[in-house]
């Protein structure tokens, strides 16, 4: 398999700890790995990560997995856009950069020169500088716009003079993925902050520009939970402000204020409901799943806000899976999921469907931005086989924006095909599998399973550059739409949330074996990928199903599922896992908790499904989402109960300067897919990609 075995990992210091929960005693033997600013702790990690160095270093085609990827990660691509007007402003990244810069674009002229007003990394020495979010004003004159620093996502607040490009001297902190909405005169706006230290407790405030910000008044802080998140939206003419406050992971409130007479009027509230609204011409447009689990669009006045009152302009489909609408002059464009791949259709109120705009190929419609009074409508679209960019529509076609498309030069021609297969109960799973045209997928072709599986997200078609690499170099990828995402609408994020999380397992559990089933892998040349909640996933197949595969790919994981809410934002997430404190709730977790779930299996190197499989944990100092506590716990107890180290080894790293994904530079984004592309390469026997 290998010809260069690792060395034993460092010693790791077990402790006799035993916690008692609800009448159930729990073991946590690595409990002091959860201190990671200890000196001890820090040399731990210095220790593993050169163990991990010596391991991945010696792989003999880290240059050709460098050249790939520098190159994939190189091509001009766009995260998001807002159009004002004849201004489109883009966060993108050219093929220099490190970070996403704002970017400001025509609407107009496809031909007009672009004008780079922010490049946040060049405010840092190493490039770990990032901008979180982005919001400008009415008349594009001002951008509100989130910095964070070493991928905390720990945003502050600044107003940019577009004019200039420089930023003001106004500095909000605690404005971690704030939300701003602008007064119409661009003197000033709303936004949601954080009391200081606190991670939750978020509230709106006002903020008058010229003025400091210590004393913003409180506009809105009616919290149902300390864990709810209010975002804020303003009617064109500044009369109205909206907030919708998301209530766990199934329900959002939302309020209306009348601004000059400071009178609130609830829109919806206590329903176990997913409702989004935007200011249209004349009261509100919005998508709601409130008796409509797909979604529904609907139109809603100033003067009768109540769920009673709302009038149906698009309807459920039972079908598809209807996306947050925009408004473009008469025109409202709707995004619609079916099977996981996107369109927009666009509609009318008083004429009903008007088009359908499905020249994008597999695509996912990442957002939609409408300046109404321009009628333009900005689109960030993105795919497996492409970059994301931005389309423009302007009332009668859609075209391509920016940036350009890449050559075949630059990227290989990819296949994409979407097929289903049984879960464990008979449902039926949708799945994505990517290949370079001329491959096959068959027992002896490396592949790689991902997925996700949790808080009502779509594993959609998205462009990212391991997956490229990996199939470009001839490997295979596959992509599970599992339970607990939005494939299907709500009742699809049900089965997987909560008490029924193990459906989610089983669901990816089979994907692996139908691969298998159908000649398209084999045990010995699958890998299995999860980030996050995903990294929650494989944690959950490599301790449930040990067999499944030969190597995992564990990135900024949640595994603790006893502790988690303890740390960081954790208890954003009791909705949607279950609550330890909660006798039943516990039960839910302790029984499928990964860290909890590891014995030492018997190796005996004639039967895989007696060993665990080779894993790479990576996680990053930074990370403000999911403690990399996580990572370090889980890595020690595999260790000490994997006896196979040096034919499967379990290997961790942990960066500096580096959250949860977000703001990582693109240099560090090329060093860890070469890092994991090696690994996988390895270990799945097919070095020579």
């Known amino acids: 398999m290998a010809d260069h075995q690792p060395p034993s990992p460092p010693a790791t210091r077990r402790e006799d700890i035993v916690d008692v929960y609800h009448g159930v005693p729990v073991a946590d033997p690595y409990r002091w790995l959860e201190s990671g600013d200890s000196p001890e702790v820090i040399e731990w990690v210095a220790a593993q990560n050169q163990h991990t160095r010596q391991a991945l270093d010696a792989r003999p085609h880290r240059e050709r997995w460098h050249e790939r990827l520098s190159a994939l990660v190189a091509l001009p691509t766009v995260l998001a856009c807002a159009v004002r007007a004849d201004r489109c402003f883009v966060l993108e990244r050219d093929h220099v950069a490190e970070q996403f810069a704002l970017v400001l674009r025509s609407s107009v002229d496809p031909a007009a020169p672009p004008r780079v007003l922010l490049a946040p990394a060049t405010l840092v020495s190493d490039g770990a500088m990032a901008i979180d979010w982005f919001e400008p004003s009415p008349d594009g004159a001002l951008v509100a716009i ?36 602008w007064l119409p005169d661009s003197t000033g706006f709303w936004y949601a902050r954080y009391p200081a230290g606190d991670q939750y407790h978020r509230h709106i405030r006002f903020h008058l520009l010229g003025t400091d910000p210590a004393g913003d008044p409180v506009v809105f802080d009616r919290l149902p939970t300390p864990e709810s998140w209010p975002e804020v939206k303003v009617s064109p003419d500044g009369a109205h402000l909206l907030v919708e406050v998301q209530v766990g992971w199934s329900r959002v409130d939302a309020h209306l204020l009348q601004v000059r007479t400071e009178t609130w009027a609830t829109i919806v509230e206590g329903v176990e409901a997913q409702s989004s609204f935007h200011f249209g011409a004349d009261g509100l447009v919005g998508l709601t799943t409130l008796d409509a689990p ?73 957002q939609i931005d409408a300046d109404d009074s321009a009628g333009l409508a900005m689109l960030v679209v993105s795919s497996f086989d492409s970059p994301t960019c931005v389309w423009r529509y302007d009332g009668r076609s859609v075209e391509r924006w920016c940036p350009d498309a890449p050559s075949e030069s630059d990227l290989s021609p990819l296949t994409v095909r979407h097929l289903c297969y049984p879960s464990l109960d008979g449902t039926e799973i949708g799945l994505f599998v990517i290949h370079r045209a001329d491959v096959e ?54 089965a997987g949330r909560r008490a029924n999380k193990q459906n989610v397992f089983d669901d990816f559990h089979s994907a692996a074996d139908w691969l298998v089933a159908q000649g398209m892998a084999s045990a010995a040349h699958l890998g299995l990928v999860g980030g996050s909640n995903g990294g929650l996933l494989v944690g959950a197949a490599l301790t449930q199903r040990p067999d499944l595969a030969r190597a995992v790919w564990c990135a900024v994981p949640l595994l603790d599922m006893v502790r988690f809410p303890l740390f960081h934002i954790a208890r954003l997430w009791t909705d949607e896992y279950g609550d330890p404190d909660v006798p039943e709730e516990f039960g839910w977790l302790l029984a499928y908790s990964p860290y909890h779930s590891v014995d030492p299996l018997p190796d ?26 996580h990572a370090r716990k889980m890595a020690a107890l595999l260790q000490h109960a994997s006896a196979n180290q040096r034919e499967r080894p379990v290997l961790l790293l942990q960066a500096g300067r580096a959250g949860h994904g977000v703001g990582k530079p693109a240099s560090m984004r090329v060093a860890e897919g070469v890092d994991v592309l090696s690994f996988l390469s390895w270990q799945l026997g097919s070095d020579s990609m």
Do not use: K
């Open 604 to 629: 005996h190197p004639a039967d895989p499904s007696t060993s665990y499989p080779a894993v790479l944990f990576t996680t990053a100092e930074g990370d403000t989402r999911v403690d990399p506590l």
């Open 146 to 181: 989130g910095l964070s620093e070493g991928g905390t996502e720990d945003s502050v607040l600044h107003v940019l003079d577009v004019g200039t490009a420089s930023l003001s001297e106004l500095r909000i902190t605690d404005t971690r993925a704030s939300s701003v909405a």
């Open 441 to 494: 997928p068959s027992a002896e072709r490396p592949i790689i399973l991902n997925g996700y599986g949790g808080f009502s997200i779509t594993e959609s078609p998205a462009w990212v550059p391991n997956i490229a690499a990996w199939c470009t170099a001839g490997g295979v990828w596959a992509i599970a739409g599992l339970r607990g995402g939005l494939e299907h609408g709500e009742p699809w994020h049900h």
């Open 294 to 366: 797909n979604g529904r669009v609907v139109a809603v006045a100033f003067d009768q806000p109540t769920s009673e009152a709302w009038i149906t302009v698009v309807p459920e489909r039972h079908d598809a899976v209807l996306g947050r609408p925009a408004t473009c002059g008469s025109d409202v464009l709707v995004p619609v999921s079916r099977s996981a791949v996107d369109c927009v259709e666009i509609w009318s109120v008083g004429r009903g469907l008007i088009d359908t705009l499905d020249a994008f190929g597999a695509v996912t419609v990442q």
